[in-house]
């Protein structure tokens, strides 16, 4: 298991999530030169063999998986330093990094992270997630790192508000401003999405289908802005039945019915807040390619115009978190990569 | 299987839904003379055996769930007429009746019950459910007979407005005034509850709880109505694992507080609309105690006042119903219960 690549790398950085782990080599420069897709979520590691010299005795799950993310990257420049964001810092992971509260400056979150220690192997620096205490609580462990990558890459006035939003299992909604986070929302649309598909009554008459109906996305979108959709999305996900029962809404379209239907929900509620505010800042959207195509559709359905897209923001985090940590040095301006 | 009640009955009602049967022997005055709770939910029948002498060879599952519930019944007064509401009606059940459209007069109803032959032996008369077209589409099947227990049950003026809850996996709010079922609206409530606490992460840090936290209820109640309730149930359901996190809600209050979150949105929603038409109608409640006694709470708190609670509507249903279309004879005066 090695790698071809020659270059030389100044950073190993890891996106280490519940589900996935997403390993990177970068260079000097912040330019990735490898990256590696392993399943080992934290829920969901390697298990350590009980006996059997193929795994020394007492290695756990993580030190399993970070073996096979990187080992090799490590045996052949040992030096480099490691950086890891994600539920590997919840008190399920590695080891529990710190929540930082919000309002946060950025650059203090490179000041604090975790060093998880390896028996005198390379050490992993893990990101401290974000909490937010006022009205109802609010955590995101991962997240911080992505508004990292797409704040200090951005070509904008840093003094301008931001609303950047991560679609995904649990989306959130980050507000920035002057190099803080100064609120964010979490909507649990994705998880609820595959929970109702796959375990109440919407689920039974869906059909697989072979490809995507934008249609019927497009057409559950609209819901929330209805009057119909004033009931909220606990009473207009029922249609995706009745719909179907009146010979309105084919089987093989009533999932994308359903996520639009959801997401609309989301981007409506997300817009009537921002009008409360009185303020529409620009939108940054980041994450899954066709995931992120929804939501512009939804931005735009709901009068939030159309979003700037950002790419690669984790890694671009993690190495800027690196930079500002001290774990690497300040690249000289004729290297840096935009 | 016998009973050893030797009152004269005068009919046999089935509420038969999608997971389970109950049976009701009433007397000529509709009073209830035997109850019967069996498994045998369309969804899950008992299963006709291929072979031995114990199952007449080609008797349906429908056919043994039947027998069971009121056999004996029938074999001690053979010419007792069959009621049944429910999914028996669905395309799923067994034999799909009718949806009429909404607004309908509900003596509409009891004119138009599917008729289930059964090869010379006494037929079953299955209700219509009830459908609504405009907006967003909607459907009913067995709720349009506790719908019709109420009315028929209350002492107020029928001219009215009345608002009747039925709370359960899916809440219905039923609008009725003048015999009439104006408008209705579903929410998903109760599943939507259970999806989330069985396979989202938000069932993950709840413990088991030997009582139920009513305090945790309340305070789940009232997130709607707080600013932090304008990002909607998206959002809101996820402060169920972040007070967790910060030490707010311990694991065996959880599920509650979820409940309450839940029922809130839908009372607010609710609320909501009642004003944006202008009237508040009176409310009437009717389903599970413990279920209707969180909802009662719930109106409370978000100005709906007190509603009444109903009791035995499914019953009363399809008594009124049976009566309505001729198959018992309408009691006299003096015979009639309340």
Chains 1, 2 share one sequence.
């Not at 490691?82 to 590997?88: E, K, L, N, P, Q």
């Not at 028996?119 to 997630?129: L, Q, S």
């Not at 006022?134 to 991962?142: C, D, I, K």
Request: proline share 6%.
């Amino acid at each position: 298991m090695t790698t071809g690549s020659p270059a030389r790398a100044a950073l190993i950085a890891l996106d280490w999530g519940t589900s996935s782990l997403r390993a990177y080599r970068l260079d000097g420069a912040g330019r990735t030169l490898d990256t590696r897709h392993l399943p080992w979520g934290i829920m969901r590691l390697p298990q350590p063999l009980q006996d059997g010299a193929a795994t020394p005795s007492g290695q756990s799950g993580f030190e399993l998986a970070f073996e096979q993310a990187c080992g090799d990257w490590l045996r052949a420049e040992p030096h480099l330093p490691v950086i890891a964001c994600g539920m590997v810092g919840s008190a399920q992971g590695w080891r529990e990094a710190a929540y930082l509260d919000v309002p946060v400056d950025l650059e203090r979150i490179g000041t604090l992270l975790t060093r998880v220690e390896r028996n005198g192997a390379t050490p992993v620096h893990i990101v401290p997630g974000l909490i937010q205490r006022h009205g109802l609580p609010n955590v995101m462990r991962g997240e911080e790192t992505q508004v990292f990558g797409v704040l200090f890459d951005q070509a904008d006035d840093p003094a301008d508000s931001v609303l950047i939003g991560l679609p995904g299992t649990h989306s959130k909604w980050v507000n920035a401003r002057r190099g803080q986070v100064t609120h964010f929302d979490t909507f649990m649309t994705g998880e609820v999405y595959a929970a109702l598909r796959g375990h109440t009554i919407l689920g039974r008459t869906m059909i697989e289908a072979p490809t995507s109906d934008m249609a019927a996305f497009e057409r559950g979108l609209k819901v929330a802005g209805v009057p119909a959709g004033r009931a909220g999305v606990l009473s207009t996900i029922f249609s995706t039945r009745a719909l179907g029962l009146t010979g309105e809404l084919a089987g093989v379209s009533q999932a994308d019915y359903l996520s639009g239907l959801l997401i609309g929900h989301e981007i409506s509620a997300l817009a009537d807040m921002l009008r409360l505010q009185g303020e529409l800042p620009r939108i940054v959207v980041c994450g899954d390619d066709a995931l992120c195509q929804r939501y512009i559709l939804a931005l735009r359905h709901y009068g939030l115009g159309t979003p700037r897209l950002a790419q690669h923001a984790t890694e671009r985090g993690l190495w800027h978190l690196a930079v500002s940590a001290g774990l690497v040095p300040v690249p000289s301006s004729s290297e840096t990569t935009s």
